[in-house]
């Protein structure tokens, strides 16, 4: 059983639009975490979120964290060629539980 | 300051055979952990060491995999003997402190592929 869904699963746009990732949790965990995945490469890490109803920016990227601590959402404004990767959420309970992870692709 | 690494990138093994895998954490990281993902399947958790203890093995399949971290510097993962499901992509994450809102850093991957 996953606990924490993501979607879309995939998601293909042009430079300069807006998007919008959604992670939702079936467990509460102590912090929630977005990673960024490109090719042959690890996980790097992008946000944390802890308090219900928190807002975090970096840069073009904003996250939010759902009041009840179960759902999450990244949205990019004004995608970059350089936003194409693997976008990952994972509940942190000292160990991480991803979700599947939304494959983003943006055109130029 | 060199990041996590892991060796091989790469490994193509039978059915049957053993393969170690090998994970170098940034140094100072007493926290070691892996993970791996299988058959386009989401990243999974398998343990985690502080120093050379483990503190949590739940997440391993079963006792054909080892792992290993003499001395509290690098780890290997071992499995043997190997099965089809086992191939994936095995990752490994280290970070400093023990806390729940630690970073953890992680290594490229290694490509297991069991034939």
């Known amino acids: 059983t996953q606990l924490l869904e993501q979607s879309p699963q995939f998601l293909s746009i042009q430079e300069g639009e807006n998007l919008t990732v959604y992670c939702n949790s079936s467990s509460v965990f102590s912090s929630l975490q977005w990673y960024r995945q490109e090719p042959g490469e690890g996980p790097v890490l992008l946000v944390t979120v802890v308090t219900g109803g928190e807002v975090k920016k970096l840069k073009r990227l904003t996250f939010q964290f759902g009041d009840a601590r179960k759902d999450s959402s990244l949205h990019i404004t004004a995608a970059q060629p350089g936003d194409t990767g693997l976008y990952l959420c994972a509940g942190n309970d000292y160990k991480l539980s991803f979700g599947a992870g939304t494959t983003v692709t943006v055109r130029a | 300051e060199a990041g996590v690494t892991q060796f091989p990138s790469h490994s193509v093994i039978e059915k049957g055979q053993t393969v170690t895998l090998r994970c170098d954490p940034i140094s100072g990281h007493d926290n070691l952990y892996w993970y791996r993902r299988v058959m386009g399947k989401e990243i999974k958790f398998l343990l985690h060491?502080?120093?050379?203890?483990?503190?949590?093995e739940s997440g391993m399949p079963n006792n054909r995999f080892l792992a290993e971290r003499t001395g509290g510097t690098y780890s290997t993962l071992k499995v043997q003997p190997a099965e089809l499901e086992d191939s994936g992509v095995y990752f490994c994450?280290?970070?400093?402190?023990?806390?729940?809102?630690?970073?953890?850093?992680f290594g490229p991957g290694t490509r297991l592929t069991v034939l």
């Open positions: 994450a280290s970070s400093q402190d023990w806390q729940l809102y630690n970073e953890q850093f």
């Open positions: 060491f502080v120093k050379e203890s483990k503190q949590d």
